[in-house]
Structure formats: structure tokens, C-alpha cells
């Protein structure tokens, strides 16, 4: 059983940057990978960025590329989310999620636990 809790969010203006954090229990956090999902008003959950067991392999979904970085501190059980250059659109509840596999998916179905959320709001 793995718990995590997000921090980090708040509100922003556009072009700022924000950090998010995701803390995880237990003792086998570099069991999983690790993946941060977003969900806007209205809309699905969607994809944003995933890290492998190790920290080594990464990847993001096109709309973050270039602007938002995971990466994660194995010792600290903390995942993190550094989101630069922020636009209004990136406005959602981000989650982070735990999968018991080697390397992150953009598929939700992927992973097997989750947080309660953060909201990042970003003002134009």
C-alpha cells in the first residue's frame, strides 16, 4: 500500500512557475514509477509527465514539453514537479500516481494508486 499527498499548487500568473511536490509512504517507494496526471474542469484526466523506478527515463506529454521537468529523490520518497513558463491552460487538479512497474506510462490504467490532488490555477 502505497499513500501519497500532493503539495505545491496555488495560484499563479501566467509565466510564473510553480513546484509541486508529492510525498509518498512506505518503504518501497523505488518499487514504482511514478506519473503526474491533470484534470481541468469539464475534461478527462490527462497525461503530463512520468518517471521511471530509478529516476533515469522520463517522459511528457507534447503539451508540457520544454516547460515542465519530474524528477524524483528516491531517499526523500518524494516525487516532484517543476512547471515553468505556465500558461492558463495548465490550470487543473494535478495528481500524482504510483505504478509497481519499471518505467511510466501516459495511461492512466497504468497506475495503482493516487493522491487527493493540488490545484494550479494560472491567471492570464
Known amino acids: 500500500q502505497v499513500q501519497l499527498v500532493e503539495s505545491g499548487g496555488g495560484l499563479v500568473q501566467a509565466g510564473g512557475s510553480l513546484r509541486l511536490s508529492c510525498a509518498a509512504s512506505g518503504r518501497t517507494f523505488s518499487s514504482y514509477a511514478m506519473g503526474w496526471f491533470r484534470q481541468a474542469p469539464g475534461k478527462e484526466r490527462d497525461f503530463v509527465a512520468a518517471v521511471s523506478r530509478r529516476g533515469i527515463s522520463t517522459n511528457y506529454a507534447d503539451s508540457v514539453k520544454g516547460r515542465f521537468t519530474i524528477s524524483r529523490d528516491n531517499a526523500k520518497n518524494t516525487v516532484y514537479l517543476q512547471m515553468n513558463s505556465l500558461k492558463p491552460e495548465d490550470t487543473a487538479v494535478y495528481y500524482c500516481?504510483?505504478?509497481?512497474?519499471?518505467?511510466?506510462?501516459?495511461?492512466?490504467?497504468?497506475?495503482?494508486?493516487w493522491g487527493q490532488g493540488t490545484q494550479v490555477t494560472v491567471s492570464s
Open positions: 500516481a504510483a505504478a509497481q512497474v519499471a518505467y511510466g506510462s501516459g495511461y492512466a490504467s497504468t497506475y495503482d494508486y
